[in-house]
C-alpha cells in the first residue's frame, strides 16, 4: 500500500490529510482515488461503512474544483441528516488550505432561509439530503446546469428509505455529461436499477467481502425470554463497567421506550431517532461524541454518519430482518485498530436469523448466560476501588477538614470504615440484585439450530387469541418459522405471541393475538411471499391439533400419494423394491 502523494492527490489536499493523522489510503481509496483524477467515467464502489468512502470520493472532487467558476460543480446526496453534516465537515477539513472551494451541507430539520443564504455567497460543492435538495431545486435556487459530478453515497440506505422519486428528478435535471460515482455497501435490485438507468459503462469496485464481519470483532449472543430482554440489556451494562456503544432498535418508538426506561433507571443513556427535532438530534450526538453519554439507544437510520472510532459495545436490542444489517451495525465497534464486541439479545423466536446473519457475515455467535447478580456485583465493587484507588488527593484542600473528620469516625474500626464506605457507594446495586432473580440463558437448542420452548410457555393469554387464515399452505412451501417470520416482518416485531398454526394445503389458519388485529389486516396485504401477493381474514375454522383415526388415515394417505419418488423411494428397503417394480411396470407401457 502506497499513501496519497502516489495516487495523485496535489498539496493542499495532502497537508490537510497529514494533519489529519492519515498515512497510508485504505482499500477503497487505493482504487477510487486514482480513478477519479485520471478520468471522467462513472463510478460503482462497493464497500461497507468506515472503509473510508467519504476520502474516496471527496478528495478527488475537491480537487477537480474550478475555482474560476463559483457556481455548484459536484452535488452529494446521503440518507440522513446527521451523514449530510459528518460529510460536509470531513470535505471542509480535506478543503482546509483551499481557500477558494466552498462547501454547503443541505439538510431538512432546519432553516432553509439560512441555506439559502450560504449558497448565494458562491459554493462548487453542495452536501445534501434528497429531500431538501429537491425543494432547494424547485424554488429555483439550485441550479444544476453545469454540475459535472454526481455522488450517491449509501445508495442502497436512501432507496430503502424511499427517496427513489427524489433521486430520479434530482439525475434527470443534472446534465447527461456528469460523471456520476455510486457508492453501496450492497448491490441491491434497486440499486442495480437506478445504476443502470444513470450511469453508462461504469467501472465496478469492490472492496473486501460485503457480508464479512470485523476480524477483531468479538459476536456475542444471549438468548432470553423475550420478557427479559430489557433486565438482559441492564445487566449487560452493569457488567460490562466501562461501555460506551449504541444499542440498536428497530423503531422509533421502540427507542424512545427502552431509552426513557434506562435513564429512569438511572443510566447515563439518550435516544435518537427521526422524530426528534435537528436541535435535539445535534444535542444527542454532540454528547455522545464527547463521551458525555455512555450509551446511545438508536434507531438504524439515525446513527447513520456516527463517526466515532473508540466504541466498546454494539448491543442489538432487536435483530434486523437482513444480516447486512447487521454487518453494518457491529461495524461501529473495533475501529482503528481497537477491539470491539457486537452482542444480539436473541428471543426463542431468532434462531434462524441468527444463522442467517453467522451464514452471510461469515462470523462466529459466542453464546454467554446473562450476567448474575453477584457476577455484576462482583465487578462494580472492583471498579469503585480501582476508582478509589486512582483518585488524585489534594493535601492542601482537605487539610483543613481533616480534624473534624477523624473526629466523627473514630469510633470506627479500619474494617467497619471500609464496609460503611464501599456500602454508601455500592448499596443501589446490591438492593437491586438481591431483591431480583437471575435471569435464565435459553441455550436448548433444536437440531436446525433454533431456540425452542413447550408450546404452553409461549402462549401466555390464550383466551385473547383469535383466528386468522392466510392464502399460503403447503403448496407455497410454507413452514411454520417462515409463516412467523412473515408476520414478525409486517409487524416490524419480534414479540408477537403467535400459537396454533395448521397449514393446509392451499391455505393456513393460525392463532395470534387479537388485539394486534386490525394492524394485522392492514400490514400482511404489503408483505410479498415467494411472489405471492397475500390476503388474510378472521375466521372461525379452527387450528386442528387431534384428529380422528379416520382423518388421520385420510391425512397420511393424500401425503403419501404426494410425495415426490426421490422422497419416498429411498426411506427403507421396503420403498426400493417398489421404485424397481415401478421401473418394470414403465417399460411395459
Not at 462547501?103 to 459554493?123: D, F, L, P, R
Amino acid at each position: 500500500m502506497g499513501n496519497f502523494k502516489d495516487l495523485g492527490v496535489n498539496k493542499g489536499l495532502l497537508k490537510a490529510v497529514e494533519e489529519m493523522g492519515f498515512v497510508s489510503p485504505t482499500a477503497v481509496q487505493e482504487l477510487a482515488i486514482p480513478y477519479l483524477l485520471n478520468g471522467k467515467k462513472d463510478l460503482i464502489a462497493l464497500a461497507q461503512t468506515g472503509t473510508g468512502k467519504t476520502a474516496a470520493f471527496g478528495l478527488p472532487c475537491i480537487q477537480h474544483v474550478d475555482r474560476k467558476v463559483k457556481d455548484v460543480q459536484t452535488i452529494v446526496l446521503c440518507p440522513t441528516r446527521e451523514l449530510c453534516i459528518q460529510i460536509s465537515m470531513d470535505l471542509m477539513k480535506f478543503a482546509k488550505h483551499l481557500d477558494y472551494v466552498k462547501i454547503v451541507a443541505v439538510y431538512g430539520g432546519t432553516s432553509i432561509e439560512n441555506q439559502i443564504k450560504s449558497m448565494k455567497k458562491g459554493v462548487q460543492i453542495i452536501v445534501g439530503t434528497p429531500g431538501r435538495t429537491k425543494d432547494l431545486i424547485n424554488r429555483r435556487v439550485l441550479k444544476l446546469d453545469i454540475v459535472n459530478k454526481v455522488v450517491l453515497d449509501e445508495a442502497d440506505e436512501m432507496l430503502s428509505m424511499g427517496f427513489k422519486e427524489d433521486l430520479n428528478y434530482i439525475l434527470d435535471t443534472t446534465s447527461k455529461n456528469r460523471q456520476t460515482m455510486l457508492f453501496s455497501a450492497t448491490m441491491s435490485k434497486e440499486v442495480r436499477s437506478i445504476s443502470k438507468k444513470y450511469m453508462k459503462d461504469a467501472e465496478e469496485i469492490t472492496v473486501e467481502r460485503l457480508n464479512s464481519g470485523a476480524k477483531n470483532v468479538e459476536h456475542h449472543v444471549y438468548n432470553v425470554n423475550s420478557k427479559d430482554k430489557y433486565d438482559t440489556l441492564k445487566r449487560i451494562a452493569d457488567f460490562n463497567t466501562d461501555i460506551y456503544g449504541i444499542v440498536f432498535c428497530r423503531t422509533r418508538r421502540e427507542t424512545q421506550q427502552i431509552a426513557n426506561k434506562f435513564m429512569n433507571d438511572g443510566y447515563n443513556a439518550d435516544a435518537i431517532h427521526g422524530e426528534l427535532s435537528q436541535s435535539q438530534r445535534d444535542d444527542v450526538m454532540s454528547k455522545f461524541r464527547q463521551k458525555s453519554l455512555q450509551i446511545l439507544i438508536a434507531t438504524d437510520v439515525a446513527a447513520r454518519g456516527l463517526d466515532v472510532d473508540s466504541l466498546t459495545h454494539v448491543i442489538n436490542y432487536s435483530l434486523p430482518d437482513d444480516p447486512e444489517v447487521y454487518t453494518h451495525r457491529s461495524g461501529r465497534t473495533g475501529r482503528a485498530g481497537k477491539n470491539g464486541i457486537s452482542i444480539a439479545i436473541s428471543n426463542s423466536r431468532e434462531g434462524r436469523k441468527l444463522k442467517s446473519i453467522e451464514n452471510k457475515s461469515q462470523i462466529n455467535f459466542i453464546r454467554k448466560d446473562v450476567p448474575s447478580g453477584k457476577d455484576i456485583c462482583s465487578k462494580q465493587l472492583f471498579k469503585l476501588i480501582e476508582r478509589i484507588q486512582k483518585v488524585k488527593v489534594d493535601q492542601k484542600q482537605i487539610e483543613p477538614f481533616l480534624e473534624d473528620i477523624y473526629s466523627k469516625l473514630e469510633s470506627l474500626s479500619r474494617e467497619d470504615l471500609i464496609k460503611h464506605f464501599v456500602s454508601a457507594e455500592f448499596n443501589k446495586f446490591l438492593d437491586y440484585y438481591n431483591k431480583s432473580k437471575d435471569v435464565k440463558s435459553e441455550n436448548k437448542r433444536n437440531d436446525k439450530g433454533e431456540n425452542r420452548k413447550p408450546f404452553n410457555e409461549r402462549s401466555s393469554n390464550r383466551n385473547s387469541f383469535i383466528n386468522f387464515s392466510i392464502n399460503i399452505g403447503r403448496k407455497n412451501g410454507v413452514s411454520p418459522i417462515e409463516l412467523i417470520s412473515l408476520i414478525n416482518r409486517a409487524l416490524k416485531s419480534n414479540e408477537i405471541e403467535i400459537g396454533g398454526i395448521d397449514i393446509r394445503e392451499s391455505y393456513t389458519i393460525f392463532e395470534i393475538d387479537g388485539s394486534i388485529k386490525n394492524d394485522l389486516i392492514k400490514k400482511i396485504p404489503k408483505i410479498d411471499f415467494n411472489g405471492n401477493s397475500l390476503s388474510i381474514k378472521q375466521t372461525e375454522e379452527k387450528v386442528e391439533k387431534r384428529f380422528s383415526k379416520e382423518k388421520k388415515k385420510k391425512r397420511y394417505s393424500s401425503a403419501k400419494r404426494n410425495r415426490s419418488n426421490s422422497e419416498r423411494d429411498y426411506k427403507t428397503k421396503g420403498n426400493f423394491r417398489n421404485k424397481r417394480k415401478n421401473k418394470r411396470k414403465n417399460k411395459r407401457f
